[in-house]
């Protein structure tokens, strides 16, 4: 399977994660090439839902709407066809220039009785007068615009019924503007922008979470020490028991002691588990993309490294990715932020001067997570790199991470039926 693809969060005026918009692309297509030069054959294509069709839509989007683009010729031709129903979790975003006619006019009501919902691309010639716009749940707006205002003004003075859904977004400035706005999505790297400066004091929760995560990361630390640190947090406590009785370590006997937790898994899977733990943690009151961006980053690096020929430094590329965010996390700039957790000395070039091989993955998963596929493509020719792995590498961690979404809320599920039981018990 030859694509690249992202699902890029929509967030409400609040910082929370509303929807994701899917961007895809076939990575056979020449970078670089203009669009009258390519194989027509590609605007039948919908690359994205050849991934929906085999992992599912909850790795990209969990419970949330996914927006999927369609071309005039998708539409036309109807090849989304079976998968049009409020069930599924799918809007479908339409081009702003869809001509009007009585064959694409009954394709929109039928698409509609369906019960599916409809966005468009931007705002169409003629304004909010279009036909168009009467089909449209959500329109799109580019914020880098010259016209953003007017249209943004005429939207919510004409058109009642549609969310506006603001992309390119630049910094969290520009996204306060529309925090009294409770009826647009927002996406854009104001989320995830690098903090220049910022808070010096660091809440004892996080203290303590930082002082364990440089115990594991040294190499050689004491289990013994280590399990006494956990215990003192009761959060990571149940979180370590969660882990090791879930179906992933595959235990016949359930483990009730942190001692016996820790010395089941070893150094290795300890400092594994320890180190996502306690990044969710730290993350626990910045936006939940920032956590989910932080572990997909981590996994697609380590997953990425044997295609760019340093498996050998996959634990470093792990920490890298998953640390990419600590200067959000911390609210501190990231030279300070990463003197907090004891990483090494390519971690910490690639993050702070942002140079070394390990950067080179880091500037390549950037570069993906803003559907940059050209700056791809050019950094998969150099590399000698194969689009099937590079996907294959990033869907393998979305799904990791979806994995770990559902051994949390199955660990959860258990202890609230072990509570009932233990409550009914109490009053027999």
Not at 45 to 61: C, K, M, R, T, Y
Request: aromatic share 10%; proline share 3%; glycine share 4%.
């Amino acid at each position: 399977m030859n694509v690249f693809i992202v699902a890029i969060p929509l967030f409400d005026n609040e910082m929370k994660v509303e929807a994701y918009h899917l961007c895809a692309h076939d990575a056979d297509t020449a970078i670089i090439v203009r669009d009258d030069f390519r194989d027509k054959n590609e605007d039948f294509a919908l690359p994205g839902l050849e991934i929906i069709s085999q992992i599912g839509i909850e790795p990209l989007a969990g419970d949330k709407p996914l927006f999927v683009d369609l071309g005039k010729l998708q539409f036309l031709a109807g090849r989304f066809g079976k998968m049009v129903s409020e069930e599924n979790n799918l809007i479908w975003k339409l081009p702003k220039d869809l001509p009007y006619d009585d064959h694409v006019v009954e394709k929109l009501e039928q698409l509609k009785a369906n019960g599916a919902r409809l966005a468009l691309s931007g705002l169409p010639a003629g304004g909010t007068e279009n036909y168009l716009v009467i089909f449209a749940s959500y329109i799109f707006l580019d914020f880098n615009d010259p016209d953003f205002d007017k249209q943004y003004k005429d939207i919510r003075k004409k058109v009642a019924h549609a969310k506006i859904v603001v992309f390119n977004i630049p910094d969290m400035t520009a996204y306060e503007k529309f925090s009294r706005d409770n009826n647009s999505l927002f996406s854009g790297s104001f989320y995830k922008n690098p903090i220049t400066s910022g808070e010096t004091d660091i809440t004892p929760v996080k203290v303590n979470a930082l002082k364990l995560l440089k115990q594991i990361n040294e190499e050689d630390f004491e289990l013994t020490e280590i399990a006494k640190s956990i215990e003192r947090d009761p959060a990571l406590s149940i979180s370590l028991l969660r882990f090791i009785n879930s179906a992933a370590v595959g235990l016949v006997n359930q483990v009730k002691s942190i001692n016996n937790a820790v010395a089941i898994l070893g150094q290795k899977e300890v400092r594994r588990w320890a180190t996502v733990a306690i990044s969710i943690n730290l993350a626990q009151d910045r936006p939940g993309e920032i956590t989910k961006l932080s572990m997909v980053r981590a996994k697609f690096a380590e997953n990425l490294a044997v295609l760019f020929y340093i498996d050998v430094f996959r634990h470093s590329l792990f920490m890298a990715g998953l640390f990419s965010l600590l200067d959000v996390i911390l609210k501190k700039p990231m030279e300070d932020a990463i003197k907090e957790v004891a990483v090494d000395k390519m971690v910490y070039e690639a993050l702070v001067d942002k140079k070394g091989v390990l950067y080179k993955v880091m500037d390549f998963i950037y570069a993906y997570e803003r559907a940059d596929w050209n700056k791809i493509s050019i950094i998969m020719i150099q590399n000698n790199m194969d689009g099937v792995e590079v996907n294959k590498a990033f869907v393998d961690a979305l799904v990791w991470y979806n994995q770990i979404l559902i051994s949390i809320d199955e660990a959860e599920k258990e202890e609230t039926e072990a509570d009932k039981a233990d409550k009914e018990e109490g009053k027999t």
